[in-house]
């Protein structure tokens, strides 16, 4: 039998979904972190069916990781610097790294409330007004499994450039050519799909390993570019600004290149998607949320100005045949030795970056098609009984991602047109429930939490509790109403193009792509989505439990 010690981790997690079901006390002592888990599960409408293994340091290595913000930054360097500059880039990493904050910390308040895997569309269908319930959720679903599809496809793309600048700084001959990162693109989530599959038993080990190694790699960068480059003067970093995008004012192309620290700062709802897994979810999913934000902006901002002061020739940098930026930064302090190295430092982490967008996409697309939110919903969330893997959401995720390497082919923007999927995809997600829980904490909709009552299991909008985190009623407010007016902004100027005047090949496809899925689920939504999404579904529910709040879902028996 493989996984023989399986049954320790599950403790049988059948018989006590139906126990749950048959408790006479809503306000169950639960005798380990595994029953509460279970019981605030089986509250919130669904069964233990994943694998509790992830506990908080091997959590905030799983979304440090997933977020990798010093490793990205690499990544975008050259969109920052093209539209912005030295001096944009920071302050542009300062404007959005508060503002991804603020909106975690909402995001964190939400997850304790309500930790399940579901996550952004979940906590719309928990707050919004029944009369615009369902289809808010639905859409907020959808604009989530995009977020998480585009940032597979990220990963691939830049772990497989990554290789091809390598090629570029070793072998000066070397042709570069687009098709050869689509290749190398394909084998980078071939790894990640190897991984999530036949060694997904290891995966929280590794990633408390790896956490390890993303901080020991940000000094083992960090410190040759400090003792190693020339460095350029404090006001050439804070005072230079470029707008080689074209625009008509430097203040219009600094707003376009805020993608660029975005896209480094997103990911930590990866924990709110792995909820299922994590033991003491309502209170270890939100701390790990914040946890990470801070430890990943902290790193970001020291190796990018690091890295700025390291700049040198701004222009040699952009204009590098490597195809990156930080690749000429590092061969320039460190020779083309010294820049292979740590280039591979870079590559590795991503790498593993890319492991964990398959785990948080996967599971997102599982869970959203346990509630009959995708076509195909039936096999979607269907989980392997052996493994407990939800296999046929990694195929598809894995398959999505291959099918949009095909647009590196065609476009020498591809990668800022996937960065921008993210982008509004994310921030999309995030802005609904935001702004319905800035309605709700404002109007007191929301009661304190009780360790007495079952505070962290939400089901809806009759009466709703806090969870154990939360952050105090003003500071909460003000904290909300930030996380919304920085969505409102960056969403607006992801579908932006990097340069005018815009041709085929620079145009910026998101809009095409983005839009496309929107409607695409609209139109599947009116003729049949409507029929078989009903919100978050009930596979059980306490019998006890006298608030029923999804009520227009049948429970899976009635499916």
Known sequence: MPYPDRRMDMISLESKSGDLEQTEDSTLECQSPIDRDVHELANLGKKQVLRRHFGFMSLVGFTCITMATWETLFGVFFEGLDNGGPAGLVYGYLIVWVGVLATVACLAEMASMAPISAGQYYWVAMLAPPSCRKILSYLTGWMTVIAWQAAFASGGYLTGTFVQGLIVLNY?????ERWHGTLLFYAMNFFALFVNTYLSRQLPMLE?????FHVLGF???????????????A???FGTFVNNGGWSTQGLSFFVGLNTSTYALLGADGAAHMAEEVKSASKVV????????AINGVLGFGILIATLFSLGNVEAAINSPTGYPFIEIFAEAAGISGATTMTCIVLVLVMFANLSFLASGSRMMWAFARDNGLPGSRYLSRVEPRT???????GLTTLISLLLALINIGSSA?????ISLLVSGFLGSFSIP??????RRTTGAIAPYSSKVDATTNEGVEQLYWGPWRMPPVFGIVVNIVACADMVLIIFFSFWPTSTPTTASTMNYNILVFGFAVVFSLVYYYFRGRKMYKGPLRETVPKTRKRQYFDSGPTSSQR
Do not use: K, Q
């Open 286 to 293: 939100p701390r790990s949320m914040v946890a990470t934000v």
């Open 219 to 233: 000094f083992a960068i960090l410190i040759p570019l400090v003792y190693l480059a020339s460095h350029s003067t």
């Open 172 to 176: 000066p001959a070397y042709t570069f």
């Open 434 to 439: 935001c702004f319905l829980l800035l309605w």
């Open 208 to 212: 408390g390993l790896v956490l390890v």
């Open 388 to 394: 407990s893997l939800p296999l046929y959401s990694i």
């Open 414 to 418: 591809a990668f800022n047109d996937i």
């Open 235 to 237: 006001s050439e970093v």
